[in-house]
């Protein structure tokens, strides 16, 4: 993990970040007729896979601070589908790592827990519906289910780590799969307390997400720290609340909401939507234009993401 961060601080814009930090142009795995993923679908030549301390999983796709340098927006970008499975019917499973001992001061768990039973449905959620996959030549469109909450779990039984790693990270991802029941359509989002975040978090980049592998299939996992120790860097302060969050977690949202559009549409970076250049839909739009969006009662502070459709950055589709 030490070594990548220390690659990613070389890099002088974050278009470099992301070719460092996971994403292999030469990773594009064409699936099976059998959903879902396998890992001989997507271990070609092994490249961006790691196995290690007994758990397999992908290189992360990391978001950058708010205060990273993104490449400007061209008016002629297109998202490129690489040939793998996305999330068709998209569930949010919430592992919450270790907040009983660590606490909560920012009441970032009940936050998650809100936004991941009303984001299913919104126009928000909606921008996904334009993506697609092609399995076996049959092309399946992402959908926007009202009930997008799989479940949460708070786990407390095993100690998080002062600065958990990779492995670390996927294995807990691994336990809550076990916990939950597998899901094709999964996005597990590891959730670490109040002070236990991984390395390079705040300065660097704010969460990312990857794969792991989770009885000889690909899980869609995303390592979330506790935002709120960011401040600023990932989003704290960045916009007028909502009644429903605070300056200080709305950042938890824009955060964990780039994740999942991310998880949903390109699983297993980088062989579902993707551009060379700039990433993935969330990274186009990074930081650019935060608004408060609505999500049927509630609002949420969120940032934009990348339409194929529009051309550009939007907040809602069509």
Request: include cysteine; proline fraction near 8%.
């Amino acid at each position: 993990m030490m070594d990548k961060l220390l690659r990613i601080v070389g890099n002088v814009t974050f278009v470099s970040t992301l070719a460092v930090a996971g994403c292999s142009s030469s990773s594009d795995a064409t699936p099976s007729a059998d959903t879902p993923m396998t890992v001989q679908q997507h271990a070609v030549a092994n490249q961006g896979w790691v196995h290690k301390n007994g758990v397999t999983y992908y290189m992360p796709h990391y978001m950058g601070t708010r205060f990273m340098s993104y490449p400007e927006v061209k008016p002629d970008i297109q998202m490129v589908y690489r040939r793998g499975p996305v999330l068709v019917a998209p569930k949010m499973y919430l592992i919450i790592w270790g907040y009983e001992l660590a606490g909560d001061p920012s009441r970032v768990k009940p936050l998650l827990k809100q936004y991941a039973k009303v984001i299913g449905g919104s126009q928000y959620n909606n921008i996904y519906t334009q993506y697609s996959q092609i399995i076996s030549g049959v092309q399946t469109y992402i959908t926007n289910p009202s009930n997008q909450f799989g479940a949460i779990w708070s786990d407390d039984a095993n100690k998080v780590p002062a600065h958990p790693r990779d492995a670390q990270i996927a294995a807990e991802a691994i336990k809550g799969v076990a916990h939950f029941g597998y899901d094709p359509n999964g996005s597990y989002v590891v959730a670490t307390p109040h002070l236990h975040s991984s390395s390079g978090f705040g300065t660097l980049w704010c969460a990312y997400h990857g794969s792991t592998i989770f009885e000889g299939k690909v899980i869609s996992y995303t390592d979330l720290p506790y935002i709120p120790d960011a401040g600023a860097s990932c989003g704290a302060n960045f916009t007028s609340p909502p009644p429903d969050e605070t300056s200080v977690n709305e950042g938890v949202t824009i955060v964990e909401g780039e994740e999942y559009g991310e998880s949903v549409t390109d699983p297993n970076p980088p062989s579902g939507w993707y551009n060379k250049f700039y990433g993935e839909i969330g990274d186009i739009c990074a930081w650019q234009n935060i608004v408060n969006d609505p999500f049927g009662s509630k609002s949420y502070t969120s940032q934009p993401m990348f339409s194929n459709a529009s051309g550009f950055c939007v907040h809602s589709y069509p």
